[in-house]
């Protein structure tokens, strides 16, 4: 099992940059693929990005060329840098850690984009 506790979430204005942080309970050097959702007021959760070990990451295209995921094993954190921040980015932003073959999930961190 792993607990996931997000942080970094905030009001942010439009074209600012906020960066989101997730801990891990435990290492996560084992865990191949972590990735961060995010939901939307009355919308579906969706994907937002993965890393697949530390050499592959995908994106929604949506966020392609202004989020960047990452992640330090030794700090057991996965982060999401994320710029030019657009009003349609506003959501609630959970973490993901798919660990033998369980989904695990935070509770997720607010993400306010708004003049």
């Known amino acids: 099992q792993v607990q996931l506790v997000e942080s970094g979430g905030g009001l942010v204005q439009p074209g600012g940059s906020l960066r989101l942080s997730c801990a891990a309970s435990?290492?996560?050097?084992?865990?191949?693929?972590m990735g961060w959702y995010r939901q939307a007021p009355g919308k579906q959760r969706e994907l937002v990005a993965i890393?697949?070990?530390?050499?592959?990451?995908k994106y929604v295209d949506s966020v392609k060329g202004r989020f960047t995921i990452s992640r330090d094993n030794a700090k057991n954190t996965v982060f999401l840098q994320m710029n030019s921040l657009k009003p349609e980015d506003t959501a609630v932003y959970y973490c993901?850690?798919?660990?033998?073959?369980?989904?695990?999930w935070g509770k997720g961190t607010l993400v306010t984009v708004s003049s």
């Open positions: 993901n850690a798919k660990l033998n073959d369980v989904n695990y």
């Open positions: 435990r290492s996560i050097a084992s865990i191949v693929t």
């Open positions: 890393i697949i070990s530390d050499l592959i990451t």
